[in-house]
Protein backbone atom coordinates (compact mmCIF):
# COMPACT_ATOMS: atom_id res chain seq x y z
CA UNK A 1 0.00 0.00 0.00
CA UNK A 2 2.82 2.25 0.78
CA UNK A 3 4.40 1.76 -2.55
CA UNK A 4 1.50 2.21 -4.28
CA UNK A 5 1.37 5.76 -2.31
CA UNK A 6 4.98 6.87 -3.27
CA UNK A 7 3.71 5.81 -6.96
CA UNK A 8 1.05 8.60 -7.00
CA UNK A 9 3.06 10.84 -5.61
CA UNK A 10 5.91 10.28 -8.12
CA UNK A 11 3.57 10.52 -10.79
CA UNK A 12 1.74 13.43 -9.72
CA UNK A 13 5.32 15.54 -9.03
CA UNK A 14 6.58 14.83 -12.53
CA UNK A 15 2.57 15.36 -14.19
CA UNK A 16 2.95 18.93 -12.43
CA UNK A 17 6.17 19.44 -13.78
CA UNK A 18 5.28 18.70 -16.80
CA UNK A 19 2.10 20.95 -17.56
CA UNK A 20 4.38 23.98 -15.71
CA UNK A 21 7.25 23.27 -18.12
CA UNK A 22 4.60 23.32 -21.32
CA UNK A 23 2.48 26.43 -19.72
CA UNK A 24 6.04 28.44 -19.43
CA UNK A 25 6.78 27.51 -23.34
CA UNK A 26 2.94 28.68 -24.24
CA UNK A 27 3.44 32.01 -22.38
CA UNK A 28 6.68 33.28 -24.04
CA UNK A 29 5.06 36.04 -26.76
CA UNK A 30 8.44 37.67 -28.06
CA UNK A 31 6.88 36.96 -32.10
CA UNK A 32 6.47 40.55 -32.76
CA UNK A 33 9.97 42.21 -31.85
CA UNK A 34 11.64 39.07 -33.71
CA UNK A 35 9.01 39.94 -36.94
CA UNK A 36 10.86 43.98 -36.55
CA UNK A 37 14.52 42.24 -36.85
CA UNK A 38 14.00 40.39 -40.20
CA UNK A 39 12.34 43.50 -41.71
CA UNK A 40 13.80 43.98 -45.13
CA UNK A 41 15.87 47.68 -45.26
CA UNK A 42 17.51 49.55 -47.77
CA UNK A 43 20.85 50.64 -47.88
CA UNK A 44 22.07 54.37 -47.75
CA UNK A 45 24.98 54.04 -50.05
CA UNK A 46 23.92 51.36 -52.58
CA UNK A 47 19.99 51.11 -51.76
CA UNK A 48 20.24 47.47 -51.81
CA UNK A 49 17.57 46.04 -49.37
CA UNK A 50 18.80 43.87 -46.33
CA UNK A 51 17.71 42.34 -43.25
CA UNK A 52 17.20 45.16 -40.51
CA UNK A 53 19.04 42.82 -37.36
CA UNK A 54 22.18 43.13 -39.98
CA UNK A 55 22.58 46.42 -40.33
CA UNK A 56 25.71 48.74 -39.91
CA UNK A 57 24.43 51.45 -38.07
CA UNK A 58 26.35 54.86 -39.13
CA UNK A 59 25.28 58.21 -36.92
CA UNK A 60 25.82 60.82 -40.01
CA UNK A 61 24.98 64.88 -38.45
CA UNK A 62 23.14 63.48 -35.79
CA UNK A 63 21.13 61.33 -38.41
CA UNK A 64 20.93 57.57 -38.32
CA UNK A 65 22.15 55.57 -41.48
CA UNK A 66 22.02 52.20 -42.06
CA UNK A 67 23.90 50.58 -44.48
CA UNK A 68 24.08 46.58 -45.73
CA UNK A 69 27.95 46.30 -44.94
CA UNK A 70 31.07 48.05 -43.09
CA UNK A 71 32.74 49.19 -46.80
CA UNK A 72 29.31 50.65 -48.09
CA UNK A 73 29.52 52.73 -44.93
CA UNK A 74 32.84 53.71 -45.72
CA UNK A 75 32.39 54.87 -49.51
CA UNK A 76 29.44 56.93 -48.38
CA UNK A 77 32.03 58.77 -46.23
CA UNK A 78 34.40 58.92 -48.31
CA UNK A 79 31.90 60.51 -51.21
CA UNK A 80 30.93 63.04 -48.69
CA UNK A 81 27.40 62.04 -48.85
ZN1 LIG B 1 25.18 48.94 -49.42
Known amino acids: ?3 FILYTLLFWVIFSLFTSFFKKKNGNVVSE ?3 LEDEMIPCANCGAFFPFKTAVTFN ?3 KE ?3 CS ?3 M ?3 NNSGG
Open 74 to 76: ESF
Open 1 to 3: MLR
Open 65 to 67: KKF
Open 33 to 35: ENL
Open 70 to 72: KEC
Open 60 to 62: FFS
